[in-house]
């Protein structure tokens, strides 16, 4: 089983805890993993933005780069959404049909965190330890777009010594959604902040969510209102053990 | 060139794309009718659910009255075709008005509005969703009758409900007019929130007939 | 055809002081969210709408069957729409309705005024209906004397306040229960029979006070105008979905009905409403079915309207149509349910679309229907996250998000050359487009975070304001996960492309 990590552009340059969280994930699971290191970028922001082409082009690096695993695994439910359900799609509408084939084909191979765990590695029970209260942040495209459905709790739940708060309507958007967040930014934030009440509201110290992007975005305003609450991605929660435990601080 | 031919051309165009040999019915069908343990008592439960009054009853004549009784109603209207069995137990304070526009003797709107109530049978009813429907054939009267007067007494026979939606429909003649409905006028309109009672008979009764 | 190459007339005059070209959707956002009762009645109303449908819907054991089966009948009609409307006519005229074509907003004003008049009527009653706000019905025929009275509810509340609707199943969902108290109590005197003295903002005595005051209309009208929610083409039925009775009033009172249909009205047989008739009140009032649905096929003998009209409305759908991508659009049953649960609709309730058509919907609707040409209508696809709620919910499996999507790719395939985003993006492409470029743009994200905040977080980042307004920017990491893995690489004395991963590292 050859198995390769897409760490996503975002988790790369802004947010590494999350892709170096995931390949100690599954380096202890047994999995021996790589980076192919010509890939940068699913082309999402791109493609949502219009820039279909240019978006495209991008997509083609990870064709490239990933040519030859069985298993591409990102910690993020957005850009393997986009791999997964969109780039394939706007290829065939550009005429690039050999190109949307291709991609067809990495989409059959790619997947989110928590649906490799469960669904190719067989496993709920990760091993981690993660003595804190959290609350998780179902982020829209691996609701919607993948449909991790109850995976990302399921594994969650296993973790040894966390407990789970509820978060009320936590399947609603948190207001990010890519150049949405800078083209309508009103919007997004108050999207955002009623997002960021319903973290504070369950007394939780970290939320938690499969997105990076996501996680950023309510971070900065729990950060602007100084909550007082971390926010981590679910690989870290999932990478915490007693003997190299994630560390909590306050944020 | 006329609209029509304009617009149709623009159709054509805009599907050049679609090849003509496309199988004219493609949707698939995967769904059925809910099924219902008991049909009936199902539809009892679902017409009250909608704030309609419910009864059950083995009697219709009796119960009718008894309806009419309670709802003060004076001046009643029905459709010349009722079955005059359903009226046998009203009382004789009760003016039964009958409309038949067929004979040049149906009433205007503003008649229709100084009437208490209207009974009508029904032609079928649909347990899932608690829905009479009305064809206006015999005995339901043209649409006016159930719609102007504030009480609507619908006479429902048991082996008439069905199931579900797809049942009705398989039922009913689309080129007959139809009143479909479910529990007594309602509104949503302000802050979502429902509630009985705008233009329509404000108060609806089933008698639903074994 | 216009030099935009699309059909003119398009939109009509009907959304009158609503329809600002030149207000982009962001703009009118910012003013709606700063009214804080608008949000408080919008996030009240949704909320109890989306419970209502999630618990009707999930209730439905063949529910995903029935959408499936929506959107492939939707399909098979638009994919030979001309022959099922040439049935349609044939039938609807076998029925004793006149059916009447209508290009343009401004050629169905026209036929519906002309049809008024030569009734001699100088008002007419209407049940509600998204076309015939379309086309601005109301203003036109007001133009030519004639008086159009609103019978729904929320039209109602709507016309006397002078006001526009915001929702697609309920216009005045931006108002609350004292709002409409007080519209009653000082418009509809001068409209007909006045509210009570007394009214007070319960809602059950408030539509006590409507039905006082439209009875009379109700009674002596001559002449009704509708749109309909479907015409079945085997058999010229026409529907007319709702819930207060209004709709039953007009349809069956007057002398005289006209009814405006669009084109994508049509499904082909009368077996095709038993899933419409399942999804649609589940998906718009949350109920399991709506009060009252109407059928009438032309002329029913001593029995409702003798004099029957249906127009059938253009107006930019075969624009539409003509789209291969963005054809599904047409399959839109007007649920609404796609606005109740949008959080951008939430917020900013309808008016920010600048559109009878607001919410999701709306923005894939309007700028098609209109043409994407004014700061508005190319801002419209824009007001979206991309959440996906919209699609989930929508009863006939419209992919908005996708054709959002396919229409900002509209919008950058038509930018000038020298667009500011464009270029923007084109530099971002540059950098994100070669992993050597990335690496280096990394390493200078980590001196950026040396540079610029003492603790890693920059607050008040003069470049993104539209962020830091409301947001810190995170933290910058200290390195890449591309420069975590080639020390760890090198460490190990391994191919930097692939290998184990040293423990110790990353948390």
Known sequence: MRVAIFPTCLGDAMFPRAPIATVRLLERLGVEVAFPSAQTCCGQMHLNTGYADDGLDLAATLVDAFAGYDHVVGPSGSCVGSVRHQSADIARRRGRAAFADDLDDLAGRTHELSEFLVDVLDVVDVGAFFPHRVTYHATCHSVRMLGVGDRPTRLLDAVRGLRREPLAASDECCGFGGTFALKNADVSSAMGSDKARHVVNTGAEVLVAGDASCLLHVGGILSRQQAGIRIMHLAEVLASTEDEPALVATP | MSSREVILGRIRTALADVDAARPADTAARVYASQSVDDVVAHFCEMVADYRATVHRTTDAATTVAAVLADEVVSRLVVASDLAADLLAEVGADVEVVVDDPGKGVGLSARDLDTMDGVVTTARVGIAATGTVVLDHGTGQGRRALTLVPDLHVCVVRVDQVVADVPDAVALLDPRRPQTWISGPSATSDIELDRVEGVHGPRRLHVVVVD | ?507
Not at chain 3, 198 to 219: G, I, M, N, Q, V
Not at chain 3, 313 to 326: E, F, H, I, Q, Y
């Open chain 3, 1 to 507: 055809m216009t030099a935009s190459g699309r059909h003119p007339g398009t939109i009509g005059a009907g959304e009158g002081a609503l329809h600002h070209p030149d207000v982009d959707f962001p703009h009118a956002a910012a003013t709606a969210l700063a009214d804080s009762q608008l949000r408080a009645n919008l996030g009240h109303a949704t909320a109890t709408i989306r419970d209502k449908r999630a618990a009707v819907v999930a209730e439905h054991p063949h529910w995903h069957g029935l959408r499936a089966a929506g959107a492939g009948i939707k399909d098979d009609v638009l994919a030979r729409l001309d022959v099922h409307l040439e049935e349609l006519e044939r039938q609807l005229q076998a029925g004793g309705a006149t059916v009447h074509w209508a290009a343009d907003a401004t050629e169905a004003n026209t036929i519906i005024t002309e049809l008024v008049r030569a009734t001699g009527a100088t008002e007419v009653v209407k049940v509600k209906s998204m076309t015939t706000q379309e086309v601005g019905l109301n203003e036109a025929l007001a133009a030519a004397g004639i008086a159009a009275w609103e019978t729904d509810l929320a039209e109602l509340i709507v016309q006397l306040g002078d006001d526009a609707p915001s929702h697609i199943l309920v216009p005045a969902i931006h108002r609350n229960r004292a709002e409409v108290r007080q519209v009653f109590l000082d418009h509809m005197a001068s409209a007909g029979i006045a509210a009570p003295a007394d009214l007070s903002d319960d809602p059950a005595e408030l539509a006590a006070a409507a039905r006082t005051h439209l009875r009379d209309k109700f009674l002596s009208a001559k002449v009704a105008v509708s749109g309909a929610n479907f015409a079945v083409a085997e058999t010229g039925t026409l529907a007319v979905v709702e819930s207060e009775g209004n709709g039953r009033m007009c349809l069956t009172l007057p002398d005289t009905l006209i009814s405006l249909v669009g084109i994508e009205k049509v499904v082909p047989t009368w077996r095709d409403l038993e899933v419409f008739l399942q999804t649609l009140p589940r998906s718009s009032t949350g109920e399991r079915m709506n009060p009252y649905t109407s059928f009438w096929n032309g002329v029913h003998p001593g029995d409702g309207p003798q004099d029957v009209h249906v127009v059938l409305l253009d107006n930019g759908r075969t624009d539409v149509l003509a789209d291969t991508v963005a054809r599904q659009t047409l399959r839109c049953i007007r649920c609404s349910a796609c606005l109740n649960v949008c959080p951008v609709y939430e917020r900013t309730g309808g008016h920010a679309y600048g559109s009878v058509y607001p919410g999701p919907i709306g923005a894939v609707l309007t700028p098609q229907l209109r043409g994407i040409d004014t700061p508005l209508d190319k801002s419209l696809p824009f007001a979206s996250s991309l959440c996906g709620a919209c699609e989930e919910a929508c009863p006939v499996a419209i992919e908005i998000p996708d054709l959002l999507v396919h229409l900002r790719t509209k919008i950058a395939d038509e930018a000038p050359r020298y667009d500011l985003q464009k270029a923007a993006f084109k530099a971002m492409k540059a950098v994100l487009g070669d992993p050597d470029r990335l690496a280096r743009a990394e390493r200078g994200t980590a001196v950026a975070r040396r540079v610029l905040s003492r603790s890693g977080r920059v607050a008040g980042l003069p470049v993104l304001p539209s962020w830091t307004t409301t947001r810190d920017v995170p933290d910058l990491p200290e390195r890449s996960f591309r420069a975590w893995w080639a020390a760890r690489a090198d460490v190990d004395g391994v191919d930097g492309d692939a290998g184990p991963c040293a423990p110790g590292e990353g948390s």
